[in-house]
Structure formats: structure tokens, C-alpha cells
């Protein structure tokens, strides 16, 4: 029979199909060939013996955290408490580019925000907004909702930004713990320790203690490149270029023009760093 991976717990995995939800074990031969089951997989498994036999073709996949067969990504970012981190958004934009996965930036907590700083961080938001990006708030449940319709979706950001608390709001029966910000670290402690895939609202979400993998050692540079979505506007004359030190970059020539955000290339510079040396 084929269904899916719904959870994980040490060696056991919760298969789900046709309403019904199977532990499961693996066959022996996983272990040998070093395959790792992941929650989210589709996967071929025995009722009878509840045993799994084969982990079908994946779609993306993640191994901090272990989650496959991803859609799209909520991306919560607090306003405050912790602060907004354009370099911390980069970075996750960049790594879901990377997956293909669809980015939908998530923003919390406005309602604890000076009336000044929300408006500087959304006029600078609009900017994600001219490259295609979904912005919402924590506010926007319905909209919300819709965007979870016919997906597999993960919900991930800042720790201590409310991504737990956001989850119960659309759902309370999913009855997720939430945690408090450290005022002396100024960060959140995690809450979530497992991962699993919930179903609501015509949809899958998977709950995760957030993605901890966020270098680029690797991606090569010019993966890095490709996933800063707006660089293809501004061609080069030079098909290899790097946007670094090259002269009459097309890339560097709109930052200066204002027509990419400066603060984009500089994390662009700062991610290739991190990336492979071969371009």
C-alpha cells in the first residue's frame, strides 16, 4: 500500500493512509544502504507487517529538519522581540529558492510594534513584494487558510516568533506548545522538539523545531547567485559573471541605481562566502 510519513519517533514512523495511521519499522536494507526514512515521504509499506519497503521519489528534502515534499514555506518573522532581521530573511528566501520551494514571508507581533518601526519594515517589505514574494501578517487567518488549501506547507522563522502561537490560532486543536522570548538572549527557546504533519484546511502543515541548517557550504556560488531571484532583470555582459568585481556588471550597476536593495546584495556577498569556491 502506499501512504505517507506523518511523524517520527527514534525508529519508529507513523505511516498515514486512507484515514488510518500505521507505526511502522523499516526494512534492514535501509540501514545498510544508509536511506533515510524522512516525514513527508511517500513511501510503499506492508499493513500487515506494518513495515516500510520503499521510499518513493522525493519532490525536495531537508535533513535539518528531517522533512521531504514541501510546497511552500511560512516564513514567520517577528517585528520585535526578537527584531526583524533582513539578513535572517535572506537567508531563508535563498535556501527555499534553493529547494524550490515557495516562500511566504510571515510577519508577527505588530501589534507590540511602534507605529514608526512597522511602517519602515513594511515599506522596505514592499520591495519582496515587486519580486514576487507573499507578505501577510499573523493577523491575516483567512488569507492564511487559502494559502495552506491543496499544499504541504512548513512553518518556519525566528525562534520565539510566534510560529507555534500562530499554528493554534488557525487551529487550536492542534494544541502546540509555545515558549517565551529569553530577555537576556533576546532570542526564543524552541518549543517544538518533533516534527509532524498535521492535516486542516484542505491542506498538510508540517510542525518543525525550524530549519537550524542555514549555511551554504554546499551550494556552489552560482547556485547562491541564481536563487537571488532578481539578479536574471539585469543582465551582464559577461554570461559567467559573478556580480562581484566584475566592470559594467548589469547587477552592480542596479544596486547602485537603487534598483535592487543594497542590503540584498550585501547578503548576496556575504551567502557566496559561505557557498563552494568553484563558481
Not at 505517507?4 to 534492514?28: E, H
Not at 512597522?118 to 499573523?138: D, F, P
Not at 518549543?191 to 498538510?204: I, P, W, Y
Amino acid at each position: 500500500m502506499q501512504g505517507q510519513i506523518v511523524k517520527n519517533i527514534s525508529d519508529l514512523y507513523f505511516v498515514s493512509c486512507d484515514g488510518y495511521v500505521y507505526p511502522c519499522k523499516c526494512r534492514g536494507i535501509f540501514r545498510k544502504e544508509h536511506i533515510t526514512p524522512l516525514v513527508g515521504d511517500y513511501v510503499l509499506f506492508h499493513k500487515e507487517k506494518k513495515l516500510i519497503e520503499k521510499i518513493l521519489p522525493r519532490k525536495n528534502e531537508f535533513y535539518r529538519p528531517k522533512v521531504s515534499n514541501i510546497d511552500q514555506a511560512f516564513l514567520i518573522m517577528s517585528l520585535v522581540h526578537p527584531d526583524f532581521s533582513f539578513h535572517l530573511l535572506d537567508k531563508f528566501l535563498v535556501l527555499m529558492e534553493l529547494h524550490k520551494v515557495k516562500p511566504i514571508i510571515c510577519i508577527t507581533k505588530e501589534d507590540i510594534t511602534s507605529k514608526e518601526k512597522v511602517a519602515s519594515i513594511k515599506e522596505q517589505l514592499m520591495y519582496y513584494r515587486s519580486l514576487g514574494y507573499e507578505v501577510v501578517s499573523n493577523q491575516d487567518i483567512v488569507k492564511i487558510k487559502q494559502f495552506i488549501q491543496g499544499k504541504t506547507s512548513v512553518f518556519t522563522g525566528q525562534t520565539g516568533a510566534g510560529k507555534s502561537t500562530l499554528l493554534n490560532r488557525l487551529n487550536p486543536e492542534w494544541n502546540l506548545k509555545t515558549g517565551e522570548v529569553s530577555l537576556t538572549l533576546g532570542r526564543g527557546k524552541h518549543t517544538t522538539r518533533a516534527v509532524e504533519l498535521l492535516e486542516g484546511f484542505g491542506g498538510k502543515v508540517m510542525d518543525t523545531p525550524g530549519f537550524s541548517a542555514l549555511d551554504f557550504y554546499s551550494y556552489s556560488k552560482e547556485e547562491i547567485k541564481d536563487a537571488f531571484v532578481e539578479f536574471k532583470n539585469f543582465p551582464c555582459p559577461f554570461h559567467d559573471c559573478s556580480h562581484t568585481k566584475e566592470e559594467k556588471c548589469g547587477v552592480k550597476e542596479a544596486v547602485f541605481a537603487n534598483h535592487i536593495m543594497k542590503s540584498r546584495y550585501e547578503n548576496y556577498l556575504n551567502f557566496i562566502g559561505e557557498g563552494k569556491n568553484e563558481n
